[in-house]
């Protein structure tokens, strides 16, 4: 999904747009996957009850499964998708949420210093965190962005400069 054009300056071009890695959704898919088996382990054996509850059992089985797919696994999925990371030539954008949406915009010529880490699981998984120093502000930090090393050196690209060893911080586990 192409960040939108009418939200770019003229001759603003987008260079990386990426939602957090995956890995993200790795809790929620094993409460799904529990909250599934698990409820139809329980439906199935409510449902070879021979007792006048068996219904109301099996009503309670699958309301409480939906509860807790709302409660897990829905606001993750929804959280992953509405984040969005872009570097494009002359910023760089975040924007999260859906009833809450917030954003930080920081441009090319402010930004003095970008550093990445990953941590041996991040490597497995191709993420890691970003952090980005601008003129005048704390470093700012974005966790799980997808080839975070390829992202790292866009960011240098666009800022002007070719990465050096220095800027490079890897954390090893």
Request: proline share 5%.
């Amino acid at each position: 999904m192409a960040y939108p054009d009418e939200l770019l300056s003229e001759g603003e071009e987008v260079r990386v747009h990426s939602h957090p890695h995956g890995k993200m959704l790795i809790g929620p898919v094993i409460v799904l996957a529990v909250v599934l088996g698990g409820g139809g382990w329980l439906a199935v054996l409510a449902d070879g009850l021979d007792q006048p509850w068996r219904k109301v059992a099996l009503i309670a089985i699958g309301g409480l499964a939906l509860v807790l797919v709302l409660w897990g696994v829905l606001p993750a999925c929804v959280r992953w998708r509405t984040t969005h990371f872009i570097v494009t030539t002359e910023r760089l954008i975040v924007r999260e949420g859906v009833i809450k949406r917030t954003g930080i915009d920081i441009p090319m010529a402010r930004i003095s210093s970008v550093q990445f880490r990953h941590s041996v699981i991040d490597r497995m998984f191709g993420c890691g965190t970003l952090s980005i120093e601008s003129a005048s502000d704390e470093p700012v930090t974005f966790d799980d962005i997808p080839r975070v090393e390829w992202v790292h050196n866009e960011i240098y690209q666009q800022v002007g400069h070719e990465p050096s060893d220095h800027d490079y911080l890897t954390e090893r586990e």
